[in-house]
């Protein structure tokens, strides 16, 4: 139960949960004969669900994340013990998919096998437990898919390990460091989204006693200086709403929650 709390809760402080609970409140105190409180509650709603629409927004958003993640990753990636995959990013192989997919993330496992393939470390953790609030959900570990998947890409079964049992980052980083004191390790390369990797790589310094070595992938946006030059369209284009941008800043304020939320636990 509180593993689905600390899911579900979250989604009334993102903009669209918040947005639409403000104008709910708004027809609620309308309907009581309160028409100056619904219509401010009511417009207070649509102008915080419209900001966080913006590309504008979402973009700043995302780039201070991502500009974090930038300026943690070596230029030049060190050897290590193992490369860690965090979870997320791929679709499990389950009807009608002919096999495991990847979506959006997905650059994760794939920058942990051109580390394998660079020789950075003997051994591949694919990590990510079961998240579902269906019964009887057939879907594996993410970790598992993760496997399949990298050894259809060409990676020896000996090299990976699997770490099917762990559902949030603080929990990865917990378990992880039990795994790093069993085999002597010392030294792990970290692989998530650029987003993500402010408060993994915190987390992970924590809680999994290693020496973390991020690395960043699975960036959103180039960086500013190669976005190009701004025109009247482009800047009416950033000022509407828009459904992916929207997506973007609960990404963004996800992360920033969530960092905020290991800090006062003690996880990061």
Request: with cysteine.
């Amino acid at each position: 139960m509180g593993f689905l709390l600390s899911k579900l809760l979250p989604l009334f402080v993102y903009p669209l949960g918040l947005g639409l609970l403000l104008q709910l409140a708004g027809l609620g105190a309308a309907t009581r004969g309160q028409r100056g409180w619904g219509l401010g509650l009511s417009g207070a709603g649509i102008g915080l669900i419209w900001l966080f629409a913006m590309p504008f927004t979402s973009r700043q958003l995302i780039w201070g994340l991502e500009e974090r993640a930038s300026a943690l990753t070596p230029a030049a990636i060190p050897n290590a013990d193992a490369v860690l995959v965090l979870g997320g990013g791929l679709k499990p192989a389950l009807a009608p998919r002919r096999g495991v997919e990847v979506s959006e993330g997905g650059d994760r496992l794939l920058t942990g096998l051109r580390l394998m393939r660079d020789n950075k470390a003997p051994l591949l953790i694919t990590s990510g437990g079961s998240i579902s609030f269906t019964a009887a959900d057939p879907a594996p570990p993410e970790a598992i898919s993760a496997r399949e998947l990298a050894v259809e890409l060409g990676l020896p079964a000996s090299k990976i390990l699997i770490n099917p049992g762990s559902r949030t980052t603080a929990e990865e980083a917990r378990d992880i460091g039990a795994l790093a004191r069993q085999r002597g390790w010392k030294k792990i390369l970290l692989v998530t989204s650029a987003f993500h990797m402010p408060r993994s790589l915190a987390t992970f310094r924590q809680r999994s006693g290693l020496t973390v070595i991020p690395v960043a992938c699975d960036y959103q946006l180039p960086s500013r200086n190669a976005y190009g030059e701004p025109t009247a369209g482009s800047v009416v284009k950033s000022l509407l709403p828009d459904a992916e941008a929207l997506h973007l800043s609960s990404v963004a304020l996800k992360e920033h929650l969530g960092l905020a939320i290991y800090r006062l636990k003690g996880w990061s």
